[in-house]
């Protein structure tokens, strides 16, 4: 006879890495876009350093998504999922932002 396995707990630090990962990625794509064109067409110098700064504190935001989605995978009897893809979305706004950023330098 089986005993019937407690049902899991919701991933907080997952489903926050998850909404950490969505917002850096999402800011950091529109404001990498903006620092291109800045580029492209010769305006960069007057809004560099905002979008320096808002691209960075974006960039922060994925590195705190990476850092609770990797706390969310050593949680006991919770779901892992939320917590990887947080991971991999907080990582890849860390990525984008230093991608843009050595093209744009």
Same mark, same amino acid.
């Given at each position: 006879?089986?005993?019937?396995?407690?049902?899991?707990?919701?991933?907080?630090?997952?489903?926050?890495?998850?909404? =950490?990962? *969505?917002?850096?990625?999402?800011?950091? !794509?529109?404001?990498? %876009?903006? +620092?291109?064109? #800045?580029? &492209?067409?010769?305006?960069?110098?007057?809004?560099?350093?905002? =979008?320096? *700064?808002?691209?960075?504190?974006?960039? !922060?935001?994925?590195? %705190?998504? +990476?850092?609770? #989605?990797? &706390?969310?995978?050593?949680?006991?009897?919770?779901?892992?999922?939320?917590? *990887?893809?947080?991971?991999?979305?907080?990582?890849?706004?860390?990525?984008?932002?230093?991608?843009?950023?050595?093209?744009?330098?």
């Amino acid at each position: 006879m089986t005993t019937p396995s407690s049902p899991q707990q919701p991933n907080t630090l997952g489903n926050a890495s998850l909404a =950490l990962g *969505i917002v850096s990625m999402a800011l950091v !794509f529109g404001i990498g %876009l903006c +620092a291109l064109t #800045g580029v &492209a067409q010769n305006w960069i110098q007057l809004v560099g350093t905002p =979008l320096f *700064i808002c691209g960075g504190s974006s960039a !922060f935001l994925g590195f %705190l998504g +990476a850092a609770l #989605g990797l &706390a969310g995978l050593f949680g006991r009897n919770r779901p892992r999922a939320t917590a *990887i893809i947080g991971l991999l979305l907080g990582l890849s706004g860390v990525c984008m932002f230093l991608a843009v950023l050595s093209n744009v330098g």
